[in-house]
DNA sequence: CTGGTTGTGTCAGTGACTGACATCGACAGT
DNA sequence: ACTGTCGATGTCAGTCACTGACACAACCAG
């Protein structure tokens, strides 16, 4: 109708982070969030799926960056070796935004509904890491385990990343938490 | 008010399973599966959380059976060996019902939203599971890595389990999968 | 037979989400 | 400049998941 703003769906991320952090996320309706941003109701549910959806913005692309990192890695690397090197590629994408990050987690850790929305993109990522190391040759079910591990050593990694004051190398603490996993016998 | 017919909880478990074999989850509304189970639509949400927890019922009993046999494990057990005697305690539990398990799964596979509770699920197993490994002495990281690797094992040891005619041994497929993640170097 | 407890039905209400339809601004093609 | 299409939005009505408040019926303990 009236005038058209520019961005929406950039206003409708920062609105819903915001008003989850002051109220929390089931007390905010997604017509609050979109009164906030500028919107209707109606125009939030065109570009998220769902309420909770409207959190998880990046996590398309971290899927790809991670696909294309495990492809372009050397062609000598152990599968595990080229599925972490897809973690590190993806948790590249954060490192300039780790105050996002942290507020973020803070969010989804605060609601079991979310943290199941985490959960399926995790499983998204093992997923599309299990596509990329399977074109590597890699066979069933060595793909699916090495994909589901290095996911699970990129959890590890970012809770430590995230936690306490100064900031650490985010290849880093993937570095360690990969050590952990192989000493495990 | 009228007569009380027992069992309640378990006809509308079965009501579930029934109507969302032959309709699928979304078209089928929680007062259709109270009305097939004779009771009410309020009923139903005084037994479950949400629609979606019906089919995750036996949840909370594989999690203690996982948590019992880690601590009943042999002293000298390596962490991920004791978390892969939890795993196959908890699929014991399957073992005489793997006609209802394949039904269970496949009516999960088909909705992403049911995928989504079944990964929180696993997720409070891992939990659980990490729990029990501290229990045992195990430190940080190492017992929230051989969790989650156990329930990795887990997932694939189940997949192999119920692919295929012929029912195989649950404990073999853990085995198998146990084996195969170690050969990942 | 009295009172508490448990499991249920009824009813009203909120909020997530969807489909159908109208509108507005931009951007061709003529 | 005229017109038609296209993309993003607003409006409206409707379904369904889920909840709180209240009443009722069976049961059990005293």
Known sequence: MGRWEPDARGRMI????????ERGFEPTTAGDVAARAGVTERTFFRHFADKREVLFDG???????????????PADSSPLDAALAGMVAAGGLLADQRDHAVRRSRIVAANPGLQERELLKLAALADTTTGALRARGVAEPADALAAHSAVTVFRVAFARWIEGEEPR????????????LRALT
């Open 59 to 73: 996590a398309g692309v971290m899927e790809r960056t991670a696909h294309d990192a495990i492809l372009a890695a």
């Open 169 to 180: 190398d985010f290849a880093a603490c993937v570095a360690d938490a990969a050590a952990a």
């Open 14 to 21: 920062r609105a819903a982070m915001d008003l989850f952090a």
